[in-house]
């Protein structure tokens, strides 16, 4: 099986609201609409990334959040997925706090997702990775 996520985009006055969308497909087979994981109050930026832990899926994004552009965040957050297609977190979670870069995800199959991004540190950006269990 192959999941595809991606983030969709719509329109509000003066803003962009997106919301983070996935499509669980055999390999060949037809992609289905997609299926809503979340809706950002602002922006989903950039592509989400996808690990596969043996057991479930984990989609991972950056949302933008902050009421003006001098105090946007950029948080990740991320939902698991069943092997069937079923979403199984009621909300996603929030992994980290004003991150810098967009996520990559990867799993050895072993029940676990090393998520990896970056975060401003002192004027240079550090490179963090947390291990989550999908």
């Known amino acids: 099986m192959v999941l595809i996520a991606w983030a969709q985009g719509g329109s509000a006055p003066r803003r962009h609201r997106r919301s983070a969308r996935f499509a669980l497909t055999r390999t060949g087979g037809h992609i289905p609409d997609g299926v809503l994981l979340a809706t950002a109050a602002q922006d989903v930026t950039g592509a989400p990334a996808v690990a596969f832990d043996g057991l479930r899926w ?3 994004w950056i949302e933008r959040t902050g009421a003006s552009r001098s105090r946007y965040t950029w948080n990740p957050r991320a939902v698991a997925i069943g092997e069937d297609g079923t979403v199984l977190d009621a909300t996603p979670r929030l992994l980290a706090s004003d991150v810098s870069t967009a996520p990559a995800a990867a ?6 997702v090393l998520v990896v991004f970056g975060q401003p540190s002192g004027g240079r950006t550090a490179v963090r990775a947390m291990l989550v269990t999908p």
Not at 107 to 112: P, V, W
């Open 58 to 60: 984990l989609v991972v």
């Open 107 to 112: 799993s050895t199959g072993d029940g676990r």
